[in-house]
């Protein structure tokens, strides 16, 4: 099995354009960030001005339109299936994981074998080949055994080269791992914003009934489910004190 | 320094597969020695501790992500000179700038194979052997 390695001639030259350059001016080792030009920041300035009056303004009618359908259900809805959503993409994460763990114990064993049958061979090899000069050469047998040896060696060789295949390809847990957790913090902040929203559009009546410990946004820790189950519960606190 | 072969390698990965990938892959190239660490904190703690001659860190972790750790190790007389090779799913160029300025010695991009991992360790101790008999 081949996959495309993404280390492209490309990439090596411009790590290694930049690293000489580096090295050659002998400047501290720090990042340097490039300073905006004035003429992009002014146009970049009216923009995000632009924008933001059109947040605001959206942000408005949506909270107009909140109260006049009653604080949707909907919204209720939505701030409940994320903490689902989290716990199912953790159940993912945990299965992948275990189940690279469990590939990688097992290529871990069988390298073991291959240490130990390739020494034993190679222990048989030479004590034929001492045997046969002086004693037993006109058997046949002798030659027969280390032509067979010789191909196990280099099975071997091909199948410890198959088990490194087998074991790389096991990343793929931190690369799509990587892209969970991804989705989980964004799903978490998309929750606490929704939170927010709900507690914003809450009457001034309720609002002592919500507990401000609440706003500090939900615990992001894909290994941590007993924190997703607080959190679940705390938001299913808020709803059910701000009558949902 | 040592013979290669002897040479310490720290892996830093906060995924452990990911660790014991690159492990295993150093063992096969034969570099038998070396512990892990799963962020750029506990990295930092173990350079502090023990004598190592290299560290092979991935860029994306909490706590302490692979730049900060990279500056830290760039940061500290009694490690800087320790090469630190970038091993990392982030392809963005920004990001390889950033490395090769910051002090990395080399950067690997995921997934890679043996024969890329083999080719840049190859590449760095080569270097510093040669910076040492200069």
Same mark, same amino acid.
Not at chain 2, 107 to 114: A, E, L, Q, R, S
């Given at each position: 099995m081949?996959?495309?390695s993404?280390?492209?001639e490309d990439l090596d030259a411009?790590f290694?354009?930049?690293?000489s350059?580096?090295?050659?001016?002998?400047?501290?080792?720090? /990042?340097?960030?490039?300073?905006i030009?004035?003429?992009e920041?002014?146009?970049a300035?009216?923009?995000?001005?632009d924008?933001?009056?059109?947040?605001?303004?959206?942000t408005?009618?949506?909270h107009?339109?909140?109260?006049?359908?009653g604080?949707?259900k909907?919204?209720s809805? =939505?701030?409940n299936?994320?903490?689902?959503a989290?716990?199912?993409?953790?159940?993912?994460?945990r299965?992948?994981?275990d189940?690279?763990?469990?590939v990688?114990?097992?290529?871990?064993l069988l390298?073991?074998?291959?240490?130990q049958? /390739?020494i034993v /061979?190679?222990?048989l090899k030479?004590?034929i080949t001492?045997?046969?000069?002086?004693?037993?050469?006109?058997?046949?047998?002798?030659?027969?055994?280390?032509?067979?040896?010789d191909?196990h =060696?280099?099975m071997g060789?091909?199948q410890?080269?198959?088990?490194t295949?087998i074991?790389?390809a096991?990343?793929f847990?931190d690369?799509?791992?990587?892209v969970?957790r991804?989705?989980?913090v964004?799903?978490a902040?998309?929750?606490?914003?929704?939170?927010?929203?709900?507690?914003d =559009?809450?009457?001034?009546d309720?609002?002592d009934?919500v507990?401000?410990?609440?706003l500090n946004?939900?615990?992001?820790d894909t290994?941590g489910?007993s924190?997703?189950?607080t959190?679940? =519960?705390q938001v299913?606190?808020?709803?059910?004190s701000l009558?949902? | 320094?040592s013979q290669?072969?002897d040479?310490?390698f720290?892996?830093?990965?906060?995924?452990s597969?990911?660790?014991?990938?690159?492990r $295993?892959?150093?063992?096969e190239?034969?570099y038998? $020695?070396?512990?892990?660490?799963e962020?750029?904190?506990?990295?930092?703690?173990?350079?502090k501790g023990g004598?190592?001659?290299?560290?092979v860190?991935?860029?994306?972790?909490p $706590?302490m992500?692979g730049?900060?750790?990279?500056?830290?190790?760039k940061?500290?007389?009694?490690?800087?000179?320790i090469p630190?090779?970038?091993?990392?799913a982030?392809?963005?160029k920004?990001?390889i700038v950033?490395a090769a300025q910051a002090g990395?010695?080399?950067y690997?991009?995921k997934?890679f194979?043996?024969?890329t991992?083999e080719?840049k360790?190859?590449?760095?101790?080569?270097?510093?052997?040669?910076?040492q008999a200069a």
């Amino acid at each position: 099995m081949q996959f495309e390695s993404p280390n492209t001639e490309d990439l090596d030259a411009l790590f290694e354009s930049v690293a000489s350059a580096q090295t050659a001016t002998t400047k501290p080792p720090i /990042a340097t960030v490039s300073p905006i030009r004035p003429s992009e920041a002014g146009g970049a300035n009216v923009e995000a001005f632009d924008v933001f009056q059109r947040i605001g303004s959206i942000t408005r009618k949506l909270h107009d339109a909140l109260h006049e359908l009653g604080y949707d259900k909907q919204i209720s809805n =939505a701030v409940n299936s994320l903490p689902d959503a989290r716990t199912r993409l953790d159940y993912i994460a945990r299965l992948t994981g275990d189940a690279a763990d469990k590939v990688l114990n097992t290529v871990d064993l069988l390298q073991q074998d291959h240490e130990q049958m /390739a020494i034993v /061979a190679e222990r048989l090899k030479s004590a034929i080949t001492s045997a046969s000069s002086t004693t037993c050469s006109e058997s046949g047998l002798s030659s027969e055994m280390l032509v067979f040896l010789d191909q196990h =060696a280099e099975m071997g060789a091909r199948q410890r080269a198959h088990l490194t295949e087998i074991m790389l390809a096991q990343d793929f847990h931190d690369l799509t791992g990587q892209v969970i957790r991804k989705i989980v913090v964004v799903a978490a902040t998309l929750e606490e914003q929704l939170v927010k929203l709900l507690l914003d =559009a809450t009457p001034p009546d309720r609002r002592d009934r919500v507990e401000t410990t609440w706003l500090n946004g939900p615990v992001v820790d894909t290994k941590g489910r007993s924190d997703v189950v607080t959190n679940q =519960a705390q938001v299913d606190d808020l709803l059910e004190s701000l009558g949902f | 320094m040592s013979q290669p072969a002897d040479l310490k390698f720290l892996i830093v990965d906060d995924f452990s597969t990911m660790r014991r990938i690159v492990r $295993n892959l150093l063992k096969e190239i034969g570099y038998a $020695n070396a512990d892990e660490a799963e962020d750029g904190v506990a990295a930092l703690a173990k350079l502090k501790g023990g004598s190592f001659d290299f560290v092979v860190s991935d860029i994306n972790m909490p $706590n302490m992500n692979g730049f900060e750790l990279l500056a830290q190790i760039k940061a500290d007389p009694t490690l800087k000179h320790i090469p630190v090779l970038m091993v990392t799913a982030e392809a963005k160029k920004e990001d390889i700038v950033t490395a090769a300025q910051a002090g990395a010695s080399g950067y690997i991009v995921k997934p890679f194979t043996k024969a890329t991992l083999e080719e840049k360790l190859q590449k760095i101790v080569q270097r510093i052997q040669t910076a040492q008999a200069a």
